[in-house]
């Protein structure tokens, strides 16, 4: 099946700073999405992308599918974006949803 | 307009009790999926659901595993004589239709098997 991998797995950041994570993938995909999951453990919505560039606040996010990744951008970090953030793709004709291992956020005040 | 529900929210069970699970979709979704996330195994998909067919469920894990939807809508998901490997959360997404739409998560039934 296609495979999927985050990086890193792990960030700490201070309050303010900005970051970004990245999401490699083995095949053509035709749903890419990204996904913050809170602390009571609820997958929040952050982008359907999988071609392109999104923004929506302080988040960003580009796929890139003929290179098979995407990047999502957090720019002036606050507490509230702790967690862990997933990438999930589909592939043509699959209709599952396939997630990689996340990357778990903290940012310090 | 409300999200995926799940029921219940925490789920204790004795090892070899059977449990139920529920979802309710957004309503007008016809797409359905069960995933379950533990602690070695991440996130991962068991089935899903075109109106109350399931034309893939090359995720349930054993056929202790069963799941159904009916009136294209509520779907609930069964594990027969529970184990403690069955411990995770289970969680239900929908989409508007099959194919390439953007999936919504319920919060999820944290299941401890004792």
């Known amino acids: 099946g296609i495979q999927v991998e985050q990086s890193p797995p792990d960030l700490i950041l201070q309050e303010g700073a900005n970051s970004t994570l990245r999401c490699n993938f083995s095949d053509s995909v035709n749903n890419l999405q990204w996904f913050h999951q809170n602390p009571w453990g609820q997958l929040i919505n952050l982008f359907y992308i999988p071609s392109g560039t999104k923004q929506n606040g302080r988040l960003s996010a580009t796929t890139v599918a003929t290179e098979r990744y995407s990047l999502l951008y957090i720019s002036s970090s606050q507490t509230t974006d702790s967690g862990v953030y997933f990438c999930?793709?589909?592939?043509?004709?699959?209709?599952?949803?396939?997630f990689g291992t996340g990357t778990r956020l903290t940012i310090i005040p | 307009g409300a999200g995926v529900s799940q029921s219940p929210s925490n789920k204790v069970t004795e090892k070899g009790k059977d449990v139920e699970l529920r979802c309710d979709p957004i309503s007008g979704h016809t797409a359905l999926y069960w995933y379950r996330q533990s602690l070695g195994q991440g996130l991962e998909f068991l089935i899903y659901?075109?109106?109350?067919?399931?034309?893939?469920k090359s995720g349930l894990p054993s056929d202790r595993f069963s799941a159904e939807r009916t009136g294209g809508s509520v779907s609930t998901l069964t594990i027969q004589r529970t184990q403690q490997e069955d411990s995770a959360v289970y969680l239900c997404?929908?989409?508007?239709?099959?194919?390439?739409?953007?999936?919504?998560f319920g919060p999820g039934t944290r299941l401890t098997v004792t």
């Open positions: 659901f075109q109106g109350n067919s399931a034309p893939d």
């Open positions: 999930a793709v589909g592939k043509v004709g699959n209709e599952k949803l396939t």
């Open positions: 997404a929908s989409s508007l239709q099959r194919g390439a739409y953007e999936q919504y």
